[in-house]
């Protein structure tokens, strides 16, 4: 897998929404309605069907092509290398599109190979990526052929994958399943996955099932976040219901805990209470709760507090980390009201860490709470020391006034 050019970032997200434009002058829209029946179907964003696509794709390519046979490749060079020298990116865009639109199909090539092996290679990205979006879009295996044969980078890859993917989601899948590419993903499969999602998110998570658990899997996943996220709560909440497969639906609730949370936090919270495993809605919950409690502690830390045992000591640790950046001392008590279990200890340990910060006194002596004694050690040893290099008067004076509560290494170390 070849490292992503940083200038690609740019070619590869402004060309979104244009092509977007592209293939709603191109294509035609079912008007059959979704079934009720289905608890993730979405009623006013119906996906062209197959057919319809090839047919409007294949058509309007064909009249491109027998209408601008009399068009040289040298005359269409010599319009994009003109469009390329404009230094308003508005009007570079308007005139690509319309040349794209009438480029004909065997050009293609000579013409991404172009501006692939030009000086402006890097600095006219979202050119670039246009360009190879629209091959894609008429032509996708000749695109796939160019890359194949003179090297690609990640992106280039993603983004033929993923236009095609958008028309024909079956072709794409099968064809990325048997590809291959070098490194830890199929950059190819995950353009394809990304593709599928942009028009189907329910179809792209049928999908997502037949893949081999790894890292191409786990980066689809990702990528699939805001197609899901862009229908809200209860339609995010119904496409995690419907993966059957347990380690896939795990994942991808934690993947979209943290946007589930920041769109409604109280909807997420009664989500994360709903989830069966109680390992997941254990490490859930953390999420959760941080996200929650950026926005409001006090909602936080009462819907921490409604929880079961099992799962409020994993989510006390989001509570209590910005908790105690607002109020450490009332962190503390908080923390401490709600028990003695040694689970709270990863939220006891996030308590001193951000109480230190403003309120070394409170984040000591708060230490004693920690449960495992080689770990309630280790923080007084390091938090001791650090406040000594920093403050030596005010952390000798603690620790003569709390001595005899500190630990034996602890005094025979610092006092004696």
Known sequence: MKKLPSWTWTATAIPVALIAGILLGRSTTSSEPASEKDSTAIPSRNAPTRSDLSSASGSSASKRSTSNRDVSADTSQLQLTAILESSSRLDRTQRLIAFLDRLP?????????????????????????????????????????????????????????????????????????????????NNWMLGAMRGIAATSPELARDYLMQMENGETRNRSLKSMQAYVMQYGSDYAENWIAGISDPEIQNRASHELADDLTELDPVRAGEWNARIEDTRTRRSISETVSDRWARQDVEGAR?????????????????????????????????????????????????????????????????????????????????????????????????????????????????LR
């Open 302 to 414: 009462r819907w921490v507090e409604s929880l079961p045992e099992d799962t409020r000591t994993e989510a006390a640790e989001g509570v209590a980390r910005h908790y105690a950046r607002q109020d450490p001392v009332a962190a503390a008590d908080w923390l401490q009201g709600l028990g003695n279990n040694p689970d709270y200890d990863g939220a006891r340990q996030t308590l001193i860490r951000e109480a230190y910060r403003q309120n070394p006194e409170t984040s000591l002596s708060f230490i004693s709470n920690i449960s495992d004694e080689s770990e309630r050690n280790k923080s007084y040893d390091r938090y001791l020391r650090d406040w000594i290099r920093k403050d030596s008067d005010s952390a000798m004076n603690w620790a003569q006034t709390n001595q005899a509560s500190l630990p034996e290494k602890i005094v025979n170390r610092y």
């Open 105 to 185: 199909t065997d050009q293609f090539t000579s013409v991404y190979a172009e501006i692939a092996n030009s000086p402006m290679a890097n600095i006219r990205g979202s050119e670039r990526s246009l360009i190879l979006q629209a091959w894609s879009e008429r032509d996708p295996m000749a695109a796939i052929g160019y890359l194949e044969e003179n090297g690609a980078a990640d992106w280039e890859r993603e983004t033929t994958l993923g236009t095609w993917a958008a028309l024909d989601p079956a072709g794409a899948f099968a064809w990325a399943s048997t590809s291959e590419d070098d490194g830890g993903t």
